[in-house]
């Protein structure tokens, strides 16, 4: 049942909330947390006798439980018509008192200090999805009609995510009209079960209302502790400051929690394998937010030097140099281009990171597994620009480098190109490349600059995905190059069914969202026998399939090469040095292509025992070069396939 909007703008359409509780029907939808978890603090702030006005109430239970334990003059206010009905027709006969009216909540009908409280559960959230000039004014018209129906003394309880733009349009807004401020934090510990479907935490603000008066002082206060200690603050920013904080730990608190069920911590095989590639008896993990402004490893070994002897074991020899492993090699000067949410990954950031060699790679993180990189580039001064007419001064332009490949695996992608029994012939007529999984577009992108004669599909399940490789890593569409924004699967068994075997490579590189199995990359079912024959049904007889193989458990993996070889008789690993990833190809045939000698016992080889592999290789690296005017001096393809075995 698909109840997602289209765009964020349906927010406040009456159309898509009519169709959305049309289809849901009766069955209640919680924005936040239900009344058990929020019942502590609501009953603070509205009083059983007084008259309330719950506005966008939806289908929520909150206001019925609110009825039953003794709330009796409970107004309820929705836009959209059919929930409204839905709400009535369910209440008539239990909560006969209780009313729900159809109306919007910009333009109420009410009298002038009609309510006591106001109480507003998601409803804000879900007007201002963004921070446009548009959202900001219809949000304005809701709070001036909320203090018109208020009495002074009067609270306004709003339940949010607190995202960092509403929060300053809340705090922008109440204390400049001289209105009391109190944040509450939804305690976590009355959240366990909502907590697994709502990682953010959940706030409540509260708002009561007051004459507005010259030079009064404004009143600002947190209590976000978990107990009733309330802290007075000077400021708005300080308010802000206080509950991103708590954001922040929360997002923390939620990554390791993930972590927890992934296979490599979860696991025993997991962990020993992590055990192992330490190399040591004693393992600490710290993980590094976003925010830390740390620019080289030294300054982070300087900070955490002292906590980790904190931790030894005793009679450890202080005079030890404890040693540091980094995951990663992007510390340096973080510079945040771009920050966005996809439907299917989460929220992802596209950063620019400069090194301690000056060097700048831009790229793309999703938060949800943020200290792994997806995607990245590097990026290059372009020709000179000038400046406005009349001045000296000139600006250089950043751009991404097309011949660069920052991927280890794809560059093995590319020499893998020589595997086709006929490769001088296809690039200097044409070769049909059909690729799944754009990722930042690195991969297809030097593709398409490196080789004329190639014309390539590119399946992307995430539009969003496909918007940032355009705006910010350089990818474009033209003749040679299409992106199909579909299911993968789906795609392929489609151009299975035209059976016309006219495509020369099928690449497969599509990471999975499945922490809790040992295999990354790809999802289990682009392993499947199923789909692997569409993609040989795809293939030229003479055809390849590559795949992106990254799976750290052994009985999987075997799995996963048995399920593999019943469709591709033949099949090459290369593995990744210092990576988990390993590159198959895969041959419709029996006979491998460039081979001179009975390799039937074979387990390794060398491309000289391949025959006119490396010739073959030679010839694709020759073509690319010539087809680039910038070209990587470290990408050597010619030796990118030592060491292939037979999977």
């Known amino acids: 049942m698909d109840l997602l909007p289209r765009s964020h703008t349906e927010f406040s359409s009456v159309d898509y909330w009519d169709t959305f509780f049309r289809k849901r029907g009766e069955k209640a939808f919680e924005w936040y947390g239900e009344y058990p978890e929020l019942c502590g603090i609501l009953h603070k702030y509205i009083k059983p006798q007084e008259q309330a006005l719950v506005v966008g109430c939806g289908n929520s239970r909150l206001s019925e439980d609110l009825y039953d334990v003794g709330y009796r003059g409970l107004t309820n206010v929705d836009i959209s018509d059919v929930v409204v009905r839905q709400m009535t ?13 159809q109306m919007d909540v910009m333009k109420m009908d009410f009298p002038d200090s009609s309510f006591s409280a106001v109480l507003d559960k998601g409803t804000l959230d879900a007007l201002m999805p963004d921070n446009q000039s548009e959202t900001q004014e219809q949000v304005t018209r809701m709070f001036d009609e909320v203090g018109r129906i208020l009495k002074v003394g009067g609270r306004y309880v709003i339940i949010t995510l607190s995202q960092e733009h ?3 349009k809340l705090l922008q807004y109440f ?14 510990s009355d959240r366990e079960t909502s907590q697994k479907e709502m990682p953010l935490p959940v706030f409540i603000f509260v708002f009561t209302k007051f004459k507005k008066m010259p030079q009064m002082n404004k009143i600002l206060e947190v209590c976000l502790g978990g107990t009733d200690t309330t802290q007075r603050l000077s400021c708005e920013e300080d308010v802000m400051r206080a509950v991103k904080e708590r954001q922040h730990y929360a997002m923390l608190r939620q990554q390791l929690q993930n972590r927890e069920v992934e296979w490599l911590f979860a696991t025993d095989e997991g962990r020993g394998q992590l055990a192992g590639t330490a190399g040591f008896r004693r393992l600490v993990v710290v993980s590094l937010q976003r925010e830390h402004p740390y620019e080289t490893m030294a300054e982070i070994q300087k900070e955490l030097s002292g906590k980790i002897m904190e931790l030894a074991p005793p009679g450890f020899n202080r005079k030890i140099q404890v040693p540091f492993l980094s995951v990663g090699a992007d510390i340096g000067t973080r510079t945040v281009c771009y920050e966005g949410t996809s439907q299917f990954s989460g929220p992802y950031v596209v950063e620019d990171v400069e090194g301690e060699d000056g060097i700048i790679f831009r790229n793309l993180i999703f938060l949800s597994n943020r200290n792994a990189v997806q995607s990245q580039a590097r990026m290059v001064q372009e ?16 751009v991404v480098d097309c011949g660069y490949l920052a991927c280890q695996h794809h560059r093995v992608m590319v020499a893998g190109l020589g595997c086709l029994p006929n490769i001088k012939q296809l690039l200097d007529t044409r070769l049909d490349v059909v690729l799944v999984g754009l990722g930042g577009g690195g991969l297809p992108l030097f593709l398409h600059k490196h080789f004329s004669k190639i014309q390539m599909d590119v399946v992307e399940l995430d539009q969003s995905i496909l918007q940032v490789a355009e705006g910010w890593f350089g990818f474009q569409q033209d003749e040679r190059m299409r992106v199909h924004v579909t299911d993968g699967l789906v795609y392929l068994e489609e151009q299975a069914k035209q059976a ?17 199995v040992g295999m990354s990359f790809p999802p289990q079912p682009f392993v499947d026998e199923e789909c692997l024959k569409n993609i040989k049904d795809i293939l030229n007889e003479d055809g390849l399939f590559i795949l992106n193989l990254s799976c750290r458990d052994m009985t999987l993996r075997a799995s996963v090469v048995e399920t593999v070889r019943s469709v591709f008789p033949r099949i090459l690993s290369k593995k990744i040095e210092d990576e988990v990833n390993e590159i198959l190809f895969c041959f419709p045939r029996e006979k491998d292509v460039h081979e001179s ?3 039937g016992h074979m387990a390794e080889f060398s491309l000289e025992e391949l025959g006119n592999l490396k010739e073959s290789v030679g010839v694709v690296e020759k073509v690319a070069k010539g087809c680039s005017q910038r070209w990587d ?13 037979l999977a």
């Open 89 to 101: 027709e369910r209440n008539a006969e239990k909560r006969a008192d209780m009313k729900f009216l």
């Open 166 to 168: 509403i929060m300053k």
């Open 175 to 188: 204390p400049q009209e001289g209105w009391i401020t109190r944040v509450h934090k939804v305690s976590d």
């Open 383 to 398: 020709n000179k620009i000038p400046m406005k007419k009349g001045r000296r001064r000139t600006r250089k332009k950043i």
């Open 500 to 516: 016309s075997r006219s495509c020369h490579v099928v690449i497969l590189d599509v990471d999975s969202k499945d922490v809790t």
């Open 597 to 599: 000698c009975d390799d």
């Open 633 to 645: 001096p470290t990408l050597e393809l010619t030796e990118q396939l030592d060491g292939l075995k």
